[in-house]
């Protein structure tokens, strides 16, 4: 009788022990010191940003537009690649501090996330305006489909990177959208913004995004 309780007795065990690990939550690492952690509502994605950058949030009277200040201006950076049109696709937006850029042709930058009405994956892949041929890349274990979205209009330029990955039925795009003016209208009295610590800046949040679900 004992030969026959015992393996049923492992086997029991070894359940219980699975089902007990299925069900705890998600346990992720703790912030670093000057590092804050963004999680969703719904509790489906997060990232980190570090202190220095802006947290986004809407105008309470007008929900299309973001503040403070370094989250809008003349080309929306809280956005998806497809502009503002429904801005309500935007969950989240963190911004790089505008008032460091004083005296530079810099306007605005942001790292957003964004959910967009796609029904499939082929159709979440399609990037309406992408510049040359899109590229694959992997954040935190999850493939996503790369593509520049780069646009110029009336002295303004919006360098853009579109990050997108069909998730449990839903498309995300991960953004990073960088405004500029044209410097050389303004007669010398406006220095070029350095790109690269600007994207850099906001790809290092992009590098934190991870499903929690």
């Not at 449990?168 to 350095?194: K, P, Q, W």
Request: glycine share 6%; with cysteine; charged share 20%.
């Amino acid at each position: 009788m004992r030969k026959a309780i015992v393996p049923c007795l492992g086997v029991s065990i070894l359940l219980a022990f699975s089902q007990h690990l299925v069900s705890q939550p998600q346990i992720l690492p703790r912030s670093k010191p000057g590092e804050v952690r963004f999680t969703s509502p719904d509790r489906s994605f997060t990232f980190k940003y570090p202190d220095s950058l802006v947290r986004c949030r809407r105008d309470p009277k007008e929900p299309e537009y973001w503040m403070p200040k370094s989250c809008s201006d003349y080309i929306p950076v809280c956005s998806n690649s497809s502009g503002p049109e429904k801005p309500a696709n935007t969950i989240a937006c963190v911004a790089y501090p505008a008032d460091t850029m004083k005296g530079t042709n810099f306007e605005a930058a942001a790292f957003s996330v964004n959910r967009l009405n796609a029904n499939d994956g082929r159709a979440c892949r399609n990037v309406a305006g992408a510049i040359g041929r899109t590229r694959a890349q992997k954040i935190n274990g999850v493939t996503f489909t790369v593509a520049n979205t780069d646009g110029v209009g009336l002295g303004h330029r919006m360098t853009g990177v579109a990050y997108r990955s069909f998730h449990r039925n839903t498309c995300y795009e991960l953004d990073i959208r960088i405004a500029s003016t044209n410097a050389a209208g303004f007669e010398g009295t406006v220095r070029e913004f350095s790109y690269d610590p600007v994207y850099r800046s906001l790809e290092s949040v992009l590098k934190t995004f991870q499903f929690l679900r």
